[in-house]
Nanobody, 121 residues
Framework: VQLQASGGGLVQAGGSLNLSCAASDPGSIFNIHSMGWYRQATGKERELAAEISSGEGPIYADSVKGRFTISRDNAKNTAYLQMNSLKPEDTAVYYC??????????????WGQGTLVTVSS
């Protein structure tokens, strides 16, 4: 399953961005379990920013709680990450991650290509 992420860019501190991640090949997807956004800043390890799973509430990194909101549209196999009150430390490449089952009940675990978010001070 391929993922198409979009919405990154350059924004001033305090601004907002909305990322989206769409899973392609909808005809091959049986079920999506979790959709999430990870981020990796230069020189740092990739970390979970936010994730939402079927039947469960969203989870957020402590650093983004109250500022980021993750949501999903199951009909469109798309996840969104609304990022408000952005800080320079939010600067990173954001990667979409989706896992679930394809037709035939085989599991899949896919990563998007990454979208750069740059927050200037």
């Amino acid at each position: 399953v391929q993922l198409q992420a979009s919405g990154g860019g350059l924004v001033q501190a305090g601004g907002s961005l909305n990322l989206s991640c769409a899973a392609s090949d909808p005809g091959s997807i049986f079920n999506i379990h979790s959709m999430g956004w990870y981020r990796q800043a230069t020189g740092k390890e990739r970390e979970l920013a936010a994730e939402i799973s079927s039947g469960e509430g969203p989870i957020y990194a402590d650093s983004v709680k109250g500022r980021f909101t993750i949501s999903r549209d199951n009909a469109k196999n798309t996840a969104y990450l609304q990022m408000n009150s952005l800080k320079p430390e939010d600067t990173a490449v954001y990667y979409c991650h989706v896992d679930g089952l394809i037709l035939g009940a085989s599991p899949f675990d896919s990563w998007g290509q990454g979208t750069l978010v740059t927050v200037s001070s």
